[in-house]
């Protein structure tokens, strides 16, 4: 038997140890769920969720916590906030299925339009803000709100079953109220009606806005909801006339006449399953992103030299022309570097080499990785227009947008990677590209296409969305 001593320095040192599964974040709207619980808690939930997938070792996906938080907060449970830890190894083959290509990745699901029907995923695309996070989200709420008016409310007050009307002042639903009549649908018809609606208002004695009542039954008096507008305690006000639905829907039992497998048809059934299992993670692993999977990962190449996928060395200026110049070019990443053997040349150019890897594997057309050696004829003009002194530069620009950045640091793939998803996100400053740049180009055609780059990120006008109001 261990001594008590021991015992307790032993509990005392596992207490101390971080858990290596720890959740995400403790704010009670967010959820961390798992490849065994997103298909009950997400694919089958009556709600919209936001789903973000993350690393824990990811900085972006740390420094998006705070927005995460006080988007849920302000959501608060309109909408499902649910977090998946795409670097535990269970986990992997659901966020390569959602198509993870890196971190942060944020989706937005929401139920079918008719029962029983898949889910819809969609991308966010927005700004990391608290404010864009909510907005998308509300924007994705199914309506199951009437609007009723003057002339068809008693249409709608002869319907079946428990009512709930709010009275307000505004015309668009709100996210709570549409949540609210999710809970309940089927059990409360729930109702809109605006205050310019003068005989519904005087017929209910509606002198404030907003107004929220319970009619539990025909010829019943309503009751008159006084608590604030948070839908925990509106759920507990209409929970006088009916109970709200679960979320998700309870599995239904099994037919009697339903037969389970041989059982060894799903014993090689599951090792099929274990073995594609196995082969898309590793597959997912590598493409998702160049460096190991931790923060203290080492420098060297995440992927054997058979694996790479070889970016362009630029031979003659019409090649930079084409690539970086035309009409419908994208962002493109140039590596200059001495016309003689370099230990940071080759750095950099293996560095970019495995993140066009990623890209290409991940199918996403963002970037254009160029090699430009220092005795390229007819380039040297490019390097003296950006200000460019040492031997090995980086640097990013967009001849359409007319904005260029340049890279500071190590040229190892770890740091690189942060600095275009920097560039992918909008994020960090831009300087005016030279015209002595475009230049290069004997012809550029004016007037070109003044649309987005298809890999750079369209965030709208941001905009403080507080806590919405009925």
């Known amino acids: 038997m261990r001594p008590p001593r021991a015992v307790a320095g032993l509990t005392a040192l596992l207490a101390a140890v971080p858990s290596v599964h ?25 709600h919209t969720s936001v789903i973000l997938l993350y690393a824990p070792w990811c900085i972006h996906c740390k420094n998006l916590k705070p927005a995460l938080e006080k988007a849920a907060d302000n959501l608060d449970g309109a909408v499902k906030i649910a977090t998946v830890n795409c670097d535990d190894d269970m986990n992997k083959q659901l966020c390569a299925s959602m198509g993870v290509q890196g971190f942060p990745t944020i989706k937005i699901v929401r139920p079918g339009k008719k029962p029983g029907s898949k889910p819809i995923t969609e ?36 319907r079946d079953g428990p009512k709930a009307i709010l009275f307000t002042e505004k015309e668009t ?6 949540s609210l009549a999710i809970d309940f649908l089927g059990v409360i018809s729930v109702a809109q009606v605006r ?46 006339a009916g109970e709200p639905n679960p979320d ?5 039992p099994k037919a009697k006449g339903d037969k389970k497998p041989p059982k060894s048809s799903k014993k090689a059934q599951g090792q099929e399953t274990k073995a594609a299992s196995s082969a898309k993670s590793e597959a997912d692993e590598a493409a998702t992103t160049p460096e190991a999977s931790t923060e203290t990962s080492t420098n060297e190449p995440a992927a054997s030299t058979q694996d790479v996928t070889p970016i362009t060395t630029i031979a003659a200026k019409d090649t930079f022309v084409e690539k970086c110049l035309g009409p419908k070019s994208r962002i493109c990443v140039l590596a200059f570097i001495p016309a003689h053997d370099s230990e940071n040349g080759a750095r950099v150019t293996d560095s970019l080499a495995q993140l066009n890897t990623k890209y290409v594997r991940g199918n996403r057309q963002v970037f254009t990785f160029l090699v430009v050696p220092s005795d390229v004829e007819g380039l040297d003009g490019v390097r003296r227009a950006l200000g460019l002194e040492k031997d090995v530069e980086l640097i990013a620009f967009s001849a359409r947008r007319s904005w260029w950045r340049q890279y500071e640091g190590d040229f190892d793939a770890k740091s690189v990677n942060a600095w275009l998803d920097d560039i992918r ?12 740049v475009i230049a290069v180009a004997e012809v550029v ?3 070109s296409d003044q649309k987005a780059d298809a890999g750079e990120d369209q965030r709208p ?8 109001e009925l």
């Open 173 to 178: 639903t709100s996210a709570l109220l549409r």
């Open 22 to 46: 720890a959740s995400y974040s403790k704010n009670p709207f967010i959820t961390e769920v798992n490849a065994n619980t997103y298909h009950r808690q997400i694919s089958k939930s009556n």
């Open 123 to 158: 991308d966010y695309q927005g700004a990391r803000t608290s404010a864009a996070i909510v907005q998308a989200a509300r924007s994705k709420i199914n309506n199951h709100v009437t609007k009723v008016t003057d002339k068809d409310l008693d249409v709608f007050l002869e």
């Open 425 to 436: 996100m909008g994020e960090g400053a831009k300087k005016k590209l030279p015209e002595e």
């Open 195 to 240: 205050n310019k609606e003068e005989k519904t208002v005087e017929k209910f004695g509606i002198d404030k806005f907003p107004a929220f009542i319970l009619i539990p039954a025909r010829d019943k008096e309503p009751f008159v909801y006084d608590g604030d507008l948070k839908k925990k305690d509106m759920i507990a006000f209409l929970r006088q």
């Open 461 to 468: 006008a941001e905009k403080e969305v507080k806590h919405e």
């Open 445 to 447: 055609e004016k007037g």
């Open 248 to 252: 998700p829907a309870p599995a239904k």
